[in-house]
């Protein structure tokens, strides 16, 4: 099912790339025209790139793994941080720190680090140190929280990557090649797209062109994460069933242990008295008939 239209990238401007003295030649696929100097992105070949990237990330989101976005460019990342966000999903929208993914256990340190500073602020150590100590932490957390942003509650490595101008990002792209890590991304005509898994060709200056890809691809991020609900809900209706009637299910031993008790009870008992005395009775007679 198609996610978006020829005339909603057309109105968006994603068709325009870079000029064409910046080009990168392994975009030539994807380029449809060149015009003033300019080239343009074949916007069929994009609708295309992102209805395939919104269906496989939907996947991951539906499988309960985390999707990391990355954009530090001024332009996109208040875009990112305000839809992301929706989607509870980690971002990093200021200096990708080197090593954040190759070098992971560092990084969680560093959010250690934070969480034992937020500490001290819950439990009142903090209010009992001097006031230089209270500066220096103070810059340090707000260092940390700049770096490590929402990526702060990511206690593993994501399952993807988003990223935003694969030129700049340059570095979050190599990480995540020798990690692995599926890459989605906006990839403009001055980029080189092979290294991308989900390649999405389009302008990614413009920030109607970023907002618009974005709102798809969180949109489909949210179906996959109510899906995911729904199934959950789905499963736990029907072990709620099977328990209610394995709960209803006569027990055949118990009820058979409870007749065989009862047939007990009901046998009448024999008067072992009246055959002892039967016996005597003819026993005596006996001796009778011997006597006479």
Known sequence: MSRTNFNELLDAGVHFGHLKRKWNPAMAPYIFMERNG?????????????????????????????????????QAKDIVAEKVASTKMPYVTERWPGGMLTNFPTIRRAVKKMSSIDKMAVDGTFNNLAKREKLQITRQRAKLEKMLGSIADMTRLPAAMFIIDVS????????????????FAIVDTNSDPSPIDFPIPANDDASKSISLILDKITDAIKEGLEERKLEKDKEGTSKDRKGDSKNSRPDFKKTRARKSKQEEIDEPEVDETEDIEDEDITANADIEEVEE
């Open 168 to 183: 700049k990002e340059h570095i979050a792209v190599r990480e995540g090649k020798r990690l692995n890590i599926p890459l």
């Open 38 to 74: 300019i080239h343009i992105i074949d916007l069929q070949k994009t609708e295309a790139k992102l209805n395939e990237a919104c269906n496989a990330i939907k996947q991951i989101a539906k499988s309960g793994r985390k999707i990391l976005f990355v954009a530090t460019k001024k």
